[in-house]
Nanobody, 129 residues
Framework: QVVLGEFGGGFVQPADSLRLSCLVS????????MAWFRQAPGKEREFVAF????????YYSDSVKGRFTISRDNGKSTVYLQMDSLKSEDTAVYYC??????????????????????WGQGTQVTGSS
């Protein structure tokens, strides 16, 4: 059974930094594209970032580009999201996602939540205004 567990969320002030972690159990992550999504209250789930299998390439939403960094440690089966210069609008539940398929997709397609097969339960990040 594949289980994704996110942790590291919390309350933050504007301009603070926070690092989220996603630990995967049940299988290795080295063959999977990994991603972070988030869902703010009353809004749909949105793409934040994804990272390729080797960690050589990463893509970000425009809203977080330059402030967030996704990384991975395949040996530890863990994916990270370093969040810097946090804003109140970053308040959301952050979800880790793992793609199970080997098929090749465009970067645009990999920003769609439907392209991911396994999800964590989410971790709350709350920023004060």
């Amino acid at each position: 059974q594949v289980v994704l567990g996110e942790f590291g969320g919390g309350f933050v002030q504007p301009a603070d930094s926070l690092r989220l972690s996603c630990l995967v159990s049940g299988r290795t992550i080295s063959s999977s594209i990994m991603a972070w999504f988030r869902q703010a209250p009353g809004k749909e789930r949105e793409f934040v970032a994804f990272i390729t299998r080797s960690g050589g390439l990463s893509y970000y939403s425009d809203s977080v580009k330059g402030r967030f960094t996704i990384s991975r440690d395949n040996g530890k089966s863990t994916v990270y999201l370093q969040m810097d210069s946090l804003k109140s609008e970053d308040t959301a539940v952050y979800y880790c996602a793992m793609r199970d398929s080997d098929s090749v997709l465009s970067a645009t397609s990999l920003k769609e939540s439907t392209k991911y097969d396994y999800w964590g339960q989410g971790t709350q990040v709350t920023g004060s205004s």
